[in-house]
């Protein structure tokens, strides 16, 4: 390092991912181009560590210690974020590798001195109370202590690479750690930016977290004020949310509602039942229980979509999330139980099952957004989509969504506009549903729901291009269909996750949202089921080693129903796969096991020549290859079906509306599970039966539960070897 510059270590630890995500990739490209080619601005040092660079346009930009990027100095008429600023950091990082030995030689002691960690992994436990004092101001540690009161549940990612620093997300918003020496440079997604309660919070998660080995899977804590986590830190016993009367009076208040579900059905007036769901609601709520109150509302919107015929409702979904709702609570209050050992941390927090500490929205500082496709749907009296993305930065996926009303078109007496003209943000449909997004207008909810405002100059969409999609990494972004399968076989079960919008956005599909990569990927068929109305397609991944065959670990299994609110969706697919565009990069979907399979119902495809965003393509005839012998579907898997399809009959219609030859068949199905070897289910399909004959009816909620639980994972996991 040149005489009279301070080394200042932060600066050398911001990676060109850093400063992207600190500034923007435009500034960083740029000035990388500027540093390629020698164009360095002249820099300067003062003894107090503060660095400025004179550009030869005039221009002076100084970063004194302590400053984050946004605070630098800058005589440019920008009035944020510049490229000098980018600029002077990568021109420090460039004299300073241009002199290692004088950079080393200048260092502090307590630079060089630093415990070596393997490979450069550190954790951001390392700031104490003076670094978060020196980094933040009074007023954001006060409001960080009144966050930290609520005990909101933090995942923390360990320190995985230079590219990867460490992670902690919050329920609201993400911190990432981008300098070992400064908290600074830490960056927030929140409109902030930097310097806010959140980065507390998130130090005081990896405190509490303990020691992370390197690459580490992302561990939960539940983040307590610094005072009451005690000095060695040590786990603390989990406030009991599920023993208090108010939490008692209220999950049998959600029983006795699922049950008026099941035995009067879900197509009975909802004017019944709309006061309870209120009441219900509001108690989750006033307790915290945010994603029992998700699940009230989602409950809720499909009894109004059934009711409305709407393309949103699908029966077996509605069977789902009653499961959810019984078990949710159940796994809450088991999370509670005591443990041998005090220090111990449990698995799941019953908070962080619950949604504790998840309410509200965040608002967003710069913002990308990535299209992974969108959902369509109307009934008679509305029309809307569901827009699906992902942030590159966080790698959360988030839903935007819209409705638009008939009548609202009629009243301002014009004809109804086309669904894909309609103007989301200030712009068309199709276009931002075709996109990528660059906004600072932005909100989001716990639940992945994002908002845009339109404004001038504030939201920006650009077109989605082949490449749009390899920022994105694992789990969101899948290399291969082996490892989207060993993934989803060790996903915990959806009643313990973290409700998520993008996860029910899909009519008719469930499962996760992932993105699996076309590399080695090959499409070996494809047909279109006439009477399911479906196009199914199968591709395989060739083996590394370069057999000819690839294992059933390998396949995917496209499937995509045809809907008439988007009549385009199946022949643009079927183009896809026929090459038409060229060679398939990539796929986004919704995607779940089958018999051990992956079944993605797709949403978008990356080509060589452009993005394909099925539900808002328009309408381009393809011949499709009809396919009269198609396998069948595993005998475990079909007998596991059949029995969902019966409880979605019965929920549907109500158990106490049920006839003698509906029951007669429900005790054929009795049999079939237990010659099938599925003596479990078996038995509680028999135990459904007999309390209907009988006066013990409150036990049905979790009998009809615990079914629909088990069949969902006989459907995943059968395979033909198992049903022989």
Not at 579 to 593: F, I, M, N, P
């Amino acid at each position: 390092m040149s005489a009279g510059i301070a080394t200042r270590p932060d600066l050398l630890e911001l990676t060109p991912e850093a400063l992207t995500a600190l500034a923007n990739a435009g500034f960083v490209k740029r000035a990388q181009k500027d540093v390629a080619a020698g164009l360095l601005p002249a820099l300067e040092g003062n003894a107090d560590g503060t660095v400025t660079a004179s550009f030869d346009d005039g221009v002076r930009t100084s970063l004194p210690p302590g400053r984050s990027l946004r605070d630098a100095q800058c005589s440019c008429p920008a009035s944020g974020m510049c490229r000098h600023r980018v600029m002077l950091v990568l021109a420090y990082q460039a004299q300073a590798a241009s002199s290692p030995a004088s950079a080393a030689a200048d260092a502090p002691a307590s630079a060089t001195e630093a415990p070596a960690e393997p490979d450069g992994a550190w954790n951001p436990a390392q700031f104490d109370d003076a670094a978060l004092a020196a980094s933040l101001a009074p007023s954001v540690r006060e409001q960080a202590n009144r966050l930290a009161a609520a005990r909101p549940v933090v995942g923390v990612q360990a320190w995985r690479s230079a590219s990867a620093p460490p992670v902690a997300r919050l329920p609201m918003c993400s911190v990432r750690f981008f300098s070992r020496s400064s908290l600074v440079h830490a960056r927030c997604d929140c409109k902030q930016g930097s310097g806010c309660a959140h980065v507390a919070i998130a130090v005081w998660a990896f405190r509490q977290a303990g020691p992370l080995a390197p690459g580490s899977a992302e561990v939960m804590v539940e983040v307590l004020p610094p005072a009451s986590a005690g000095a060695d830190n040590a786990p603390v016993a989990q406030q009991l949310l599920m023993q208090g009367d108010a939490a008692r009076a209220l999950r049998t208040q959600i029983d006795a509602l699922l049950l008026s579900l099941w035995l009067d059905g879900s197509s009975q007036p909802l004017m019944a039942l709309a006061a309870r769901f209120e009441a219900v609601r509001e108690q989750s709520r006033a307790l915290g229980w945010n994603w029992i109150d998700d699940a009230l509302d989602e409950l809720w919107q499909l009894l109004q979509a059934q009711q409305a015929r709407s393309s949103r409702f699908e029966p077996l979904r509605l069977v789902r999330v009653l499961a959810e709702l019984w078990a949710r609570l159940l796994a809450a209050a088991h999370a509670e139980q005591p443990r041998p050992s005090q220090r111990e941390r449990p698995a799941l927090l019953a908070s962080q099952i619950l949604g504790v500490g998840v309410k509200g929205e965040v608002a967003l500082d710069h913002l990308r957004l990535v299209s992974l496709g969108a959902e369509l749907w109307s009934d008679d009296a509305e029309e809307g989509a569901s827009v699906l993305f992902a942030d590159p930065d966080t790698q959360n996926v988030t839903v935007l969504e819209r409705q638009w009303s008939r009548a609202a078109d009629a009243a301002a007496g014009g004809a109804a506009q086309a669904l894909m003209n309609r103007r989301v943000a200030g712009f068309p449909l199709r276009q931002l549903a075709s996109g990528q997004v660059i906004t600072k207008t932005a909100t989001r909810r716990a639940n992945g729901l994002v908002d845009i405002t339109a404004g001038a100059r504030q939201t920006g969409v650009l077109p989605l291009s082949p490449t749009s999609w390899n920022d994105l990494v694992a789990p969101l972004r899948q290399q291969s269909v082996a490892a989207l399968v060993a993934h989803l076989r060790e996903a915990p079960p959806d009643f313990v996750r973290p409700r998520q919008a993008a996860n029910g956005a899909s009519a008719g599909a469930s499962g996760q949202l992932h993105v699996v990569a076309f590399e080695r990927m090959e499409v070996v068929g494809s047909h279109w089921d006439a009477a399911a109305q479906v196009l199914h397609a199968e591709l395989v991944q060739a083996p590394e080693d370069g057999s000819s065959e690839g294992s059933d670990a390998g396949r995917l299994h496209l499937a995509l129903p045809h809907r008439a609110v988007a009549p385009g969706a199946v022949d643009a697919l079927a183009r896809s796969l026929a090459g038409e565009y060229g060679a398939l990069r990539a796929v986004a979907g919704t995607v779940h096991l089958q018999g051990g399979q992956a079944v993605m119902q797709p949403l978008s495809l990356l080509t060589a020549q452009r993005a394909v965003v099925l539900q808002v393509e328009a309408v381009a005839p393809q011949p499709l290859g009809l396919d009269s012998e198609v396998d069948d579907a595993p005998a475990l898997h079909a007998l596991a079906s059949e029995t969902l399809e019966l409880l979605a009959q019965w929920l549907r219609q109500g158990l106490r509306h049920q006839g003698g030859g509906a029951l007669t068949r429900a005790e054929a199905q009795v049999l079939r599970l237990k010659q099938a070897g599925l003596a479990r289910a078996a038995a509680l399909l028999g135990a459904v039966l007999e309390n209907l004959r009988s006066a013990r009816r409150p036990a049905l909620v979790a009998q009809l539960a615990m079914l629909g639980l088990l069949m969902q994972g006989v459907a995943q996991t059968a395979s033909a070897q198992g049903s022989a």
